[in-house]
């Protein structure tokens, strides 16, 4: 069932692509740093046509940690091979954003439904909030 939906279901955030082509043009690398498996993500970025935009996807699975622990983010900062203070995570769940900052990185939240009853701890511990990636310009 979860297949069925990366595979023809999950979209993209209003506004992702714009942004990523944005980024990528400008060179910025990117990664996407996931608790879904690797062959689900590659599958679904695919599909919405955004896989070209990242170096990499890196998962839970690959680290053996989740996205609740900071040497998640640290290991994906890592093969990013950015700078920390150049380095900006884009999360939608508390928890990871929770972890991001533990880490030092700078966390854009973006809201997602699914974490609507968590969305003012949200605001709180992120650097940065966004009712959508198309907000994005608003804090440049």
Known sequence: MIE????SKVPLKAGALPLLERLYE???R??????????LA???????????YFD???TCFDTGMGKDRQEFFLKALELL????EETIVFEDALYA???AKAAGL??????????HEEREEIRVISDFYLDSLEDWEMIL
């Open 30 to 39: 990117m990664c996407i740093a996931t608790a879904t498996e690797n062959s």
């Open 4 to 7: 069925n939906i990366y595979l």
């Open 26 to 28: 400008e060179k910025v």
């Open 97 to 99: 954003i929770k972890s």
């Open 106 to 115: 700078l966390v854009v939240a973006v809201y997602d439904e699914s974490f």
């Open 42 to 52: 590659k599958a679904a970025l695919e599909r919405l046509g955004a896989l070209r």
């Open 81 to 84: 091979n950015t700078p920390k």
């Open 56 to 58: 990499f996807i890196l």
